[in-house]
């Protein structure tokens, strides 16, 4: 093997072991790990060509996938906006299984999420500005300092400084807690499912917050609300009210947070992500789109 060949070499080493936190990145910004995933395997086609053409190594590849894949996703995200104007009923993420949820060692079903990440914070970020979204992300949650921002969406470090400032206060106002007690949080997702399943209303009404709010996405192809139902006596009856006969929910960890799996006679239908907040569930979000549950499938237990 001549010295190019062990150079390929250690960089794919690299790339791989990166290759969770990238996802992590793209899909944060996207909510979407099959575009994510298209982003960083662009990523990595354009480090080997980068690296061909001028025969030099780059000194940070973190730092330059980091920042060639902030730069692609923002390409797709600004082209995603118009897509999901158009999107069927509520746009939820395309959920996320981690930790002993996952069926496998497979390195490709990995990704590395920040806790915040959840669906419901996922949510709030489909409200901001591409470059709002992408500064928040990039700096907030990932650390990147703002000149690497700046280098990925193509503004100074005090504009992005700006963007993120924005960006901060549009989440603090709608984001969920994070202070909530994985424990806890465990303890009112497993009541929440014996109540669904049992039929029991006083419970479940017990549980949810009066103000609770269910998004539930079916992307046009399944039956599902078209818009979002709010407060604790709609968001019972329509939980019970799709309850039929074969139907099981199975605890797992759903983008990083306690949260649900929903089958019917064996097969996936609905994956449940759940929003806690002293005690009470202030949001349900049901992903039923097969299409965004076709990885779920392939990798939950």
Known sequence: MNDHDNAVTGLDAEFQALRPRLLGVAYGLLGS?????DVVQDAWLRLRAATAATGDEIRDVTGWLVVTVSRLTLDVLRSARHRREEYVGPWLPEPVLTGPDLAGPDPAERVTLDESMSMAMLVVLESLS???RTAFVLHDVFGLTFAEVGAAVGRSPAACRQLAAR????VASRAPRFDVDPAEH?????????ACLGDDIDALLALLDPDVVLRSDGGGIVTSARRPVIGAAKVARLLLG???PGHAMVPATVNGWPGLLRYRDGRLVTVIGLTVADGRVTAVDMVLNPRKLARVTRVAR
Do not use: T, W
């Open 242 to 244: 799709v309850r039929r």
């Open 167 to 170: 960006a901060r206060a549009h």
């Open 186 to 194: 465990r303890r009112v997702v497993d009541a929440f499912a014996r």
């Open 130 to 132: 591409p470059a709002e």
């Open 33 to 37: 790990l099959d575009e994510a995933e």
